[in-house]
């Protein structure tokens, strides 16, 4: 059974500050994983990673992934209020056909508090 | 709005009852998602469609849960027979089958149900 461990499980900080989540996974026939930001209600997607060691990139969050070991790592530089939320990381594996169709495993999430 | 719609937003019900939600994805989107998220966990895959056709069911769904998609557009969600373990989130999702995969789901506000 594919799983998702994230950590730390929540995260209070103060503006400005940097803060790396973290993301460990197993998945058979692993394709893709992503990260979701889940502000009050709807997840909305940030990125999707599948290949190791390519940073991806969007204004002050940056993520990577580790395919031998399984992790993956989610930055935000000079974190702001509206950043707080609940941020979700997900594996999507390959199923048969070599195929896939939004099948996601989440992990249970990282609570981000950013306090003015 | 273009976004995934659900509906009711909120639902309290007694044990035992039945409840029904409803999806509207956006428009051109052909694969329709149900998931449930509890309170403090990432969303668990429920079931899936591609057009009209359902392809896959988590085994975690009893027989009391039935999800269906006439037409290949909105989508219902029954619940029979509703238990207190039932009460959660439910997340509808939708995505676009063709051209270049971005692993981006999009999700709607979701359905809370409350079973006394």
């Known amino acids: 059974e594919d799983k998702v461990v994230q950590s730390p499980l929540s995260l209070v900080v103060h503006e400005g500050d940097t803060v790396t989540l973290n993301c460990s996974y197993e998945v058979t026939n692993f394709r893709s994983l992503l990260w979701y930001k889940q502000e009050k209600k709807a997840p909305t997607f940030l990125f999707m990673l599948t290949s190791s060691g390519i940073e991806k990139k969007s204004g002050r969050l940056s993520s990577i992934l580790d395919k031998k070991e399984l992790f993956s790592i989610l930055n935000i530089t000079a974190t702001q209020t509206g950043d707080s939320a609940i941020y979700l990381c997900?594996?999507?594996?390959?199923?048969?056909?070599?195929?896939?169709?939004?099948?996601?495993?989440f992990g249970q999430g990282t609570i981000l508090t950013v306090h003015p | 709005d273009t976004g995934v719609s659900q509906d009711p937003r909120h639902k309290i019900t007694k044990r035992g009852q039945n409840v029904t939600f409803r999806c509207d994805p956006i428009?051109?989107?052909?694969?329709l998602y149900w998931y449930r998220q509890t309170l403090g966990q990432g969303p668990e895959f429920l079931t899936y469609f591609q057009n009209e056709a359902q392809l896959e069911k988590s085994r975690l769904l009893s027989d009391r849960f039935s999800a269906e998609r006439p037409k290949g557009s909105f989508s219902t969600l029954e619940i029979q027979r509703t238990e207190q373990g039932d009460s959660a989130m439910y997340l509808c999702?939708?995505?676009?089958?063709?051209?270049?995969?971005?692993?981006?789901?999009?999700f709607g506000e979701g359905s809370r149900l409350t079973v006394l």
């Open positions: 997900a594996v999507e594996a390959v199923v048969a056909g070599g195929t896939s169709y939004g099948k996601l495993t």
């Open positions: 428009s051109e989107h052909n694969r």
């Open positions: 999702a939708s995505s676009f089958k063709a051209g270049v995969y971005t692993g981006e789901l999009f």
